[in-house]
């Protein structure tokens, strides 16, 4: 099913307008999860509203081109307080469409009557039932699950619809139907699940048996089509790319140019392709930022993005992979921190990362159709 990476054609560097734009309010979170890459996120340190006005002359020029999402990603968002979050937005135009993904534990009838006023899409962080949910701990090491839950609550009693994402770290047999039943029972639209990465300053190990994570994803897709209720975001772009095999046209579900997803620092540096290079610094790479939107516009920081020297190791890293790996067609060349944070550069091809979520996602939804196919197909 995996089309082989040697046929697809190559990318053409980073495209210059990208699909969204990460930024980050404020770097500190009032949670310490165990498995956090964020390095500074104990330090409240404040994006300034010149940040926010400079971002939004580039973002207001590409909504005429259509609806644009500003993503607001910490540290937590909401640690910011909603005056400051307010004025953050306010410089933003009308078609811009306004995301925010948060640990839910501040949440509160004022925040969502902030959240309907601004017509603000909530994304929350929650691993499942409470037994689950040991990684994600105060500041003080108490458990988070109570507050999260209250913050869910809230969202519910007041009617606006929210995504969840779902840190894995252990995907062993009966997990991912217990993770899909509790988020039916919580009320989310969307689920995203991530397998625990090594990243940033977390460097616990990754690694996991291949037939156990193929065996998870397969599960997941079972449950999922049970009661599809839920947008499984893993599962449909899998099975997206399984139609498009079977129809021929996978090769046009590659982009021809990458989107740069430009994260926006508290500070108003801008790492493009991975937010969780942000606030790092390596003797080779520097800070990994490609400009500042105080001294230069987004717009052209971005037309120059690919001479920052890791990006230019990270798309030979990317054209390696194309002309090695048959699950290049699905993956497109996986995300730049993983290959850093695992192998040290930019321009190796596999990792625990993409072995655990690309591969074995892709390998999992085979298995789950191999062993559902009708008798005689
Ligand atoms: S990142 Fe991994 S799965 Fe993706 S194309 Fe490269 S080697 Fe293949």
Redesign the pocket.
């Known amino acids: 099913m995996a089309a082989r990476?040697r046929s697809l054609p190559g990318m053409r560097g980073l495209a210059t307008v990208p699909s969204y734009v990460v930024m980050q309010p404020t770097t500190l979170c009032n949670l310490d999860c165990a498995y956090c890459y964020l390095p500074l996120r104990a330090a409240d340190r404040r994006m300034p509203l010149a940040v926010a006005e400079a971002v939004a002359v580039s973002v207001n020029r590409w909504t005429t081109a259509g609806r644009f999402s500003v993503v607001w990603h910490g540290g937590e968002p909401l640690a910011a307080g909603r005056e400051q979050l307010a004025a953050l937005m306010a410089p933003f135009g009308p078609e811009v469409e306004h995301h925010v993904q948060t640990n839910a534990t501040l949440i509160d009838d004022a925040w969502c009557e902030f959240f309907a006023a601004h017509q603000m899409r909530v994304s929350v962080s929650v691993d499942g039932p409470r037994e689950r949910n040991g990684d994600r701990v105060t500041r003080a090491g108490r458990p988070a699950y109570d507050r999260i839950v209250r913050g869910v609550a809230a969202l519910r009693r007041h009617g606006l619809p929210f995504s969840a994402l779902a840190v894995v770290n252990d995907p062993v047999p009966g997990r991912a139907t217990e993770l899909y039943d509790y988020c039916l029972d919580l009320g989310c639209e969307v689920l995203g699940v991530n397998i625990e990465e090594t990243e940033g300053v977390n460097t616990r190990d990754n690694s996991h048996d291949a037939t156990t994570v193929t065996g998870f994803w397969a599960e997941l897709l079972a449950a999922w089509r049970r009661d599809p209720r839920i947008h499984l975001r893993e599962v449909e772009w899998s099975l997206r790319y399984a139609a498009a095999v079977l129809d021929g046209t996978a090769d046009e579900l590659l982009p021809r140019r990458l989107d740069p997803i430009p994260t926006v620092a508290y500070d108003g540096s801008v790492v493009v392709l991975s937010p969780e290079l942000a606030g790092f610094t390596d003797p080779r790479y520097g800070d990994f930022t490609s400009g500042n939107v105080l001294t230069t516009p987004l717009h052209a920081i971005l037309a120059d993005a690919e001479r920052t020297t890791w990006v230019g190791e990270f798309m030979a890293?990317?054209e390696?992979?194309?002309s090695?790996?048959?699950?290049?067609g699905?993956?497109?060349?996986?995300?730049a921190a993983?290959?850093y944070f695992e192998l040290g550069r930019f321009d190796g091809?596999?990792?625990e990362?993409?072995?655990n979520s690309?591969?074995r996602l892709l390998e999992g939804v085979l298995e789950h159709a191999r062993d559902h196919q009708s008798p005689g197909a």
């Open positions: 990476g890293g990317v390696a992979c194309r090695s790996c048959p699950y290049f699905f993956c497109g060349g996986g995300h993983n290959r091809t596999e990792t990362h993409c072995r690309k591969i």
